[in-house]
């Protein structure tokens, strides 16, 4: 971090005494839950965002946040869970010509 006599300097993108932005784990941990190695999360890094992101940082990353996601894991569960499940079909039907002439279009003709 570059320094000044006054201590005035304020850095823009990453916030003093951080290392890496806040944005970066969230990202990092979302593609690992969708069971993606480090390897390939660095090249998405690398292609998507054009930065270089090391396996081991990433993997510091994951390490991080194993305890809580083990605590969440273990966690008491709810003896209820509501749910709602709603299901749909749609059928087209549509008629011969000659039956169109003496119906109307809403009939489903087309």
Known sequence: MPRDRDGSFEPVIVPKRK????GVDQIVLSLTARGLTTGEIAAHFDEVYGAKVSKDTISRITEKVTGELAE???RPLDAI????????IVVKVALPV????TRSLTAGCW
Do not use: G, M, N, T
């Open 19 to 22: 290392r890496r932005l806040d």
């Open 98 to 101: 000659s039956e169109c002439v």
């Open 81 to 88: 869970y509501p749910v709602i499940f709603v299901d749909a």
């Open 72 to 74: 969440w894991a273990s």
